[in-house]
């Protein structure tokens, strides 16, 4: 009766991910350990000999975050065993660090696509990206996101000598730019009305197939994923909600007006294609979209990473239209010695009782839907909602839904290579939370993702193939 689509992700080198994942620019060249196209990304270690180890990136010097990037060090001793250790701080001084234990060829290169990880690292076996995907927070849940997106993340990584704990001396370290925005990718703040938001538009005259972006229940203005998408051609308006300038402080009462009034924005924007628009949410952001989708015109695409397809947290008002949100059951909140909380079965049943009146009447829309689930989502049971999701669209005559599920991948679905977020604290329960996924699973499902979402949008909004996207 409905259609789910389980993406079992088979471990991807660093050329599957090229050809899943498109690139900003020309592909690069395949990384050989002496090809003239490489540059030098850095000088070796202070006081070590011209001949010692050295690191190259590739791209060079910066590449956009969500974009793999190739890794060799060269000038190492035949099999010599070394540690690779990244680091990268957010801009609120955070750090974040992994590591792996490596064997250089017998050449002496030490190439991260050809070469698996040992055992006794942050991770294992052949992952070319796995120095970023593992990065983890050294203050105790942190999540890694982005503020300003006109300035890069900096990534350092070492070279350090030998297994040992500490490692040894250090041999090389070199930088590398993790960048958001294309070169002619347009920022435009909006403080239109009432609207609060961000408006990302890629280089050219458009105009160009538009999306709105959401977040969740962390408020304020992301922009990362918004401007992130811009890169591939699409014009997004990433648009605050709460907790952001004069908008309200609290999650208490979202009125749909306002959120009707963002994408009247964009369907009378010059620079946006119509008759349509498309809309992206992510958890919170996921239900504010169905119920846009549901009760506003306009819309011709909706993506739901891990969203809901009943109201949650607030109050959701339109015109003389109620819906209260699922109940909340503190006492079915498990804490454990960690003093992490398992909020999985906090949240009511929207099939029962009054908890009936929080499903919203997504039958109402004129879009097509994707649905995107971590099926190791411990925030809410994303994958239920998909379900009864489908359930109620095809029981009023609708087209099934897309519905893809990631075994083992958590509730932040992020664009590709953001590392994994166990366990952070969230706000409406005030305490740290955990959200699921394990890292590689987890990593792999954003790649897989991000290319669906993509997918999606150029099928709905443009009637291009997929494709489509790895020119722009």
Not at 79 to 94: F, H, K
Not at 142 to 165: A, I, M, N, T
Not at 270 to 282: A, M, R, S, W
Not at 337 to 354: F, V
Request: glycine share 10%; charged share 20%.
């Amino acid at each position: 009766m409905w259609q789910i689509i389980v993406r079992s992700l088979r471990r991807a080198s660093s050329r599957g991910w090229r050809r899943r994942l498109p690139w900003p620019g020309p592909t690069p060249a395949a990384p050989r350990s002496r090809s003239p196209a490489w540059t030098l990304a850095t000088a070796s270690a202070h006081g070590l000999a011209s001949m010692s180890p050295s690191i190259h990136f590739s791209p060079a010097t910066r590449s956009l975050f969500d974009e793999p990037l190739a890794i060799t060090v060269q000038g190492l001793g035949p099999r010599q065993q070394v540690t690779l250790r990244t680091s990268l701080r957010d801009e609120r001084g955070e750090l974040f660090q992994a590591s792996a234990l490596y064997q250089a060829g017998n050449d002496g290169v030490l190439d991260l696509a050809r070469c698996p990880a040992l055992p006794g690292g942050s991770f294992s076996g052949l992952e070319p990206m796995g120095l970023l995907w593992a990065l983890q927070p050294q203050k105790p849940f942190w999540r890694l996101v982005k503020r300003d997106v006109q300035s890069p993340f900096v990534l350092q990584l070492e070279v350090l000598e030998g297994h040992g704990k500490p490692p040894g001396r250090l041999l090389a370290q070199a930088q590398h730019e993790r960048a958001f925005l294309r070169d002619g990718v347009r920022r435009v703040p909006v403080r239109e009305g009432r609207i609060r938001a961000t408006l990302f538009l890629p280089p050219g005259n458009g105009p160009f197939p538009g999306i709105i972006d959401l977040y969740g229940t962390g408020g304020g203005l992301p922009e990362y994923r918004a401007c992130l998408l811009a890169n591939y051609g699409f014009a997004v308006l990433a648009l605050a909600y709460y907790a952001y300038e004069d908008l309200p402080k609290e999650m208490k009462e979202f009125h749909l007006e306002y959120f009707e009034e963002a994408v009247n924005y964009m369907l009378q924007h010059t620079q946006v294609k119509g008759p349509g628009i498309g809309l992206l949410g992510i958890s919170k952001g996921g239900d504010l979209c169905t119920s846009m989708a549901s009760f506003l015109k306009g819309i011709t695409a909706t993506a739901l990473i891990n969203g809901s397809v009943a109201n949650v947290g607030a109050v959701l008002r339109y015109k003389d239209i109620i819906i209260p949100p699922l109940s909340f059951n503190l006492k079915r909140i498990k804490v454990g010695k960690s003093g992490i909380a398992d909020i999985l079965d906090a949240l009511g049943n929207p099939l029962e009782g009054p908890d009936q009146q929080s499903f919203i009447p997504l039958e109402k829309a004129e879009c097509r839907f994707l649905f995107i689930v971590g099926q190791d989502d411990r925030n809410w049971k994303s994958e239920f909602f998909a379900v009864e999701g489908s359930k109620r669209l095809q029981a009023h005559g609708k087209e099934k839904p897309e519905i893809v599920c990631y075994p083992r991948a958590g509730h932040y679905i992020e664009p590709p290579f953001f590392p994994m977020c166990a366990a952070s604290m969230h706000l409406l329960v005030g305490k740290p939370v955990e959200w699921g996924g394990e890292p590689k699973a987890h990593c792999e499902a954003q790649i897989d993702a991000w290319q669906q979402i993509q997918a999606f949008f150029h099928k709905h909004l443009t009637g291009k193939p997929s494709g489509t996207s790895s020119k722009l």
